[in-house]
């Protein structure tokens, strides 16, 4: 069972338009992720919430905006994006990454941008 | 700075044998935790198995096993009893003590029948 629930599985957007991505975890983990992943490549991070605040931004261009409603969901809105950010965007959770907890990751979203 | 290797971008295995994937890494810091993800074309990332830097007792999960060199600064990931279900790619991480997680580029396993 995926203890991390991303939705959707699936999207296809047109570069006007304006979507979001959700993620949940009811494991009461301070720290949530967003990353986005090519095709054999490994995740590259995107941003970091920890106790529902905004703790890194690796320089995310601003057509993405994420946003940590409470401690189990976070989101991420989507406006005017570029075919380049056609990728799998994943989400996670740890409970303490300083302490070596290990980072619990959702199924993604396959993003296509028409 | 802190980076992550795994000099092996495919590897393969008949089924039922052992297979040993290569990470290594480079930090100036002396208490860390490492990882190995696994992630099948199901596309999920799974926690494959965990090592803390401060001991020395290398890290077993059923039919996965690590040989930590933290001197070497090697961490590689063996597969005993290589099984189908063993098939994706494996991604070896740390934290490095902070927030993020940096990864190596991957290596992907197939399993031959």
């Known amino acids: 069972d995926t203890e991390v629930t991303q939705t959707p599985k699936h999207l296809v957007m047109g570069m006007t338009n304006k979507k979001s991505l959700k993620c949940e975890q009811h494991?009461?983990?301070?720290?949530m992720y967003w990353y986005k992943q090519k095709a054999k490549k490994p995740p590259e991070l995107m941003f970091v919430?920890?106790?529902?605040?905004?703790?890194i931004n690796e320089s995310v261009p601003s057509r993405f905006s994420p946003e940590c409603p409470n401690s189990s969901l976070l989101n991420l809105h989507l406006h005017a994006l570029q075919p380049e950010d056609s990728a799998l965007y994943l989400c996670?959770?740890?409970?303490?990454?300083?302490?070596?907890?290990?980072?619990?990751f959702g199924d993604g979203t396959r993003l296509s941008i028409l | 700075a802190q980076t992550v290797t795994q000099s092996q971008p495919e590897m393969s295995v008949q089924e039922a044998e052992t297979v040993t994937l290569s990470c290594t890494y480079d930090?100036?810091?002396?208490?860390?935790?490492l990882f190995w993800y696994k992630q099948p074309p199901s596309r999920q990332m799974i926690l494959v198995i965990r090592?803390?830097?401060?001991?020395?007792q290398n890290a077993t999960e059923n039919r996965f096993s690590v040989n930590f060199q933290k001197a070497a600064k090697s961490f590689s990931l063996k597969i005993s009893d290589s099984q189908l279900g063993d098939a994706a790619m494996y991604f070896c991480?740390?934290?490095?003590?902070?927030?993020?997680?940096?990864f190596g580029t991957g290596t992907r396993l197939t399993i031959i029948p």
């Open positions: 996670a959770s740890s409970q303490d990454p300083r302490m070596g907890q290990p980072q619990h």
């Open positions: 494991m009461g983990h301070r720290a």
């Open positions: 919430y920890s106790y529902e605040k905004l703790s």
């Open positions: 930090t100036s810091e002396s208490d860390y935790y």
């Open positions: 090592q803390e830097a401060y001991k020395q």
């Open positions: 991480a740390t934290p490095f003590g902070n927030e993020k997680l940096t």
